[in-house]
């Protein structure tokens, strides 16, 4: 039987795979193109956690992640025109891929041994990296360099997930309280338009005068 965190794991890849097909059929991608596009999206973030924590990649010793984004490839194509006509599918699919892989990004470095500091970090990668290798890919400015709070939302995420265990709560509410601050950082992020402060150039500084 496939653990908790396995479960949510195999959720975000589908969730974010999606995310990733979705905005590739926007920009008119062939299905193979499309395929690529969803799968660099649902295991970049976790490829690049394993290789700073010196694991195998999980993609590379289980096919579920193969079958999880040729699955988002099968929803998309057969229910498509209605995935378009719905302008918050990729941002709720993306939500939802962004939070669950925060937590398991977490919950494998504490089983690893890495202190929480590493832990919150390594979150933030797993949740954020895939979206930005996607939107590499489709030719968009990332998302976690523009002004809305997306990988500030993982940190967000991960702090709660650690006053959580602080707490003594049990390792699988842990992980859904910390799923679920990531969501709702992010939605209330976008719904009120809370971003970050921009940093100045001095280019900038220089028209103002």
Known sequence: ??????????IGTFAFAISGIRLASAKRF????????????AIGGGTIRDLLLDVTPGWMTDPIYLICTGLAL???ILFGKYLIHLNNTFFIFDSIG??????????KS???????????????????AGGVFRDVFINEIPLIFRKEIYAMACVVG?????LCQLAGLDAYICQIVG????FLARILAVKYKICLPI????GEEEEKR
Do not use: H, N
């Not at 062939?30 to 999206?41: E, I, N, P, R």
């Not at 991960?158 to 650690?162: A, E, I, N, P, Q």
């Open 30 to 41: 062939d299905w193979f193109g499309a395929y690529v596009v969803g799968f660099v999206t």
């Open 110 to 128: 504490i089983l690893l041994g890495y202190p929480f500091w590493v832990a919150i970090i390594m979150g933030s990668i797993t949740g954020a």
């Open 158 to 162: 991960g702090t709660v997930y650690f």
């Open 179 to 182: 799923g679920v601050s990531v």
């Open 1 to 10: 039987m496939p653990t908790f965190v396995q479960i949510l794991d195999f």
């Open 199 to 202: 940093l100045s150039g001095a």
């Open 74 to 76: 099968l929803w998309v």
């Open 98 to 107: 962004l939070a669950l892989f925060t937590v398991v990004g977490v919950e």
